[in-house]
């Protein structure tokens, strides 16, 4: 889970990181995508608000070396 403010900037469409507004969707799994920004390349599981999540969801992916 990320913080309240990263998560309100996803929501808004905007990278918490950098606030570009160009995502690039990866492979979409069950409720969330897994979303890549377009100039940072922050990594982020996300899912919109919806029925069963009405305040979203989020999750940074750390890729360890
Ligand atoms: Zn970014």
Do not use: K, W, Y
Request: aromatic share 6%; with cysteine; charged share 25%.
């Amino acid at each position: 889970m990320i913080g309240d403010q990263d998560l309100t900037s996803l929501l808004d469409g905007e990278c918490p990181d950098c606030g570009s507004t160009r995502f690039v969707r990866g492979p979409q799994g069950g409720l969330t995508d897994n979303i890549e920004c377009a100039r940072c390349h922050s990594r982020f599981n996300f899912c919109p608000r919806c029925p069963m999540l009405p305040d979203g969801f989020a999750e940074r992916i750390t890729t360890v070396p």
